[in-house]
């Protein structure tokens, strides 16, 4: 759709005149698009999206009456009543969170390109330390937004400045980070205690008062899930039983006294004597086309 590329554009802080130098693309496919004579092809849509950081999903026009919202990131059904308000409700949690601790970054795929693209960018010690810097920050602020929305936009989450003095006192963490920007961030933000060492979620304490609270996040989390997995096709849905009862199956396969970070390599031992169905559903879903 034509308005949401031109949202992604304007996010970006570009022109039509600045996307076509970037991406090759002459002017006037923008100005045919817009007044609906042609729309650019498939090859076109992927050189757009990369350069304005998005997915071509967004630009392309959908046939499906499932959409991602390209703010709070939910996908939901919009000819769904119930799916339409939990939207609703989960956008307007969202929009609270923004105004409370800025630019949330919740929609998954967006969230994880951009998260690889400026982690690359951080650890790249050829350029310069400014530069490093702005990315190893969006990186942050990737993956604060995943820990207040796993918060579910809880106001009592720390902020982002505090979020990021706690990540620099996570030593896994830090390894992602030459010296001169590991020390130039801490001199900027401090260190803090808050996070475990090795994760990126904070986790709100929960007071006596906010208990009563707790069984309907916890709720609005399942009814998440049910939603996601509702919108999965039968081979989507086996794969996703599969990784289930891998989790599950976890304190089977380690040791008493093995470290946390080997348990899953540990779990998945029994896993990988499943070649055989592996290779078929790999097969099968290079056979899926895309729905018209």
């Given at each position: 759709m034509y308005e949401l590329y031109c949202k992604f554009r304007d996010k970006k802080g570009v022109k039509d005149s600045d996307v076509s130098k970037a991406t090759g693309i002459p002017q006037s496919t923008f100005s045919d698009w817009k007044s609906g004579r042609s729309k650019p092809n498939t090859e076109k849509l992927i050189k757009i999206a990369d350069y304005l950081d998005t997915l071509i999903e967004y630009l392309d026009e959908w046939k499906s009456d499932i959409v991602t919202c390209t703010d709070c990131g939910l996908t939901y059904d919009s000819t769904n009543k119930k799916d339409v308000k939990m939207h609703e409700e989960c956008h307007e949690k969202w929009k609270q969170g923004s105004l409370i601790f800025g630019e949330l970054l919740c929609n998954h795929s967006i969230n994880e390109k951009m998260k690889a693209k400026n982690r690359s960018i951080s650890q790249n010690?050829?350029?310069?330390?400014?530069?490093?810097y702005c990315a190893a920050i969006m990186v942050l602020r990737c993956l604060f937004s995943q820990s207040v929305e796993y918060s579910d936009f809880n106001p009592k989450h720390v902020t982002f400045e505090k979020y990021v003095a706690m990540m620099l006192n996570n030593e896994k963490y830090k390894k992602h980070l030459d010296d001169e920007l590991?020390?130039?961030?801490?001199?900027?933000?401090?260190?803090?205690?808050?996070?475990?060492?090795?994760?990126?979620?904070?986790?709100?304490?929960?007071?006596l008062t906010d208990a009563s609270n707790e069984n309907a996040i916890i709720h609005n989390r399942q009814e998440k899930i049910i939603l996601y997995y509702d919108q999965l096709n039968d081979i989507g849905r086996h794969e996703a039983t599969?990784?289930?009862?891998?989790?599950?199956?976890?304190?089977?396969?380690?040791?008493?006294?093995?470290?946390?970070?080997?348990?899953?390599?540990?779990?998945?031992n029994d896993y990988e004597n499943e070649i055989g169905e592996l290779e078929k559903i790999q097969e099968d879903l290079s056979n899926l086309k895309r729905p018209d």
């Open positions: 010690i050829n350029l310069p330390i400014k530069e490093k590991c020390q130039k961030l801490i001199a900027d933000y401090g260190t803090m205690d808050g996070i475990k060492d090795g994760q990126s979620i904070y986790n709100v304490p929960v007071s599969k990784r289930v009862m891998e989790l599950t199956e976890i304190p089977r396969y380690t040791k008493k006294d093995a470290p946390d970070y080997l348990t899953p390599k540990a779990a998945r």
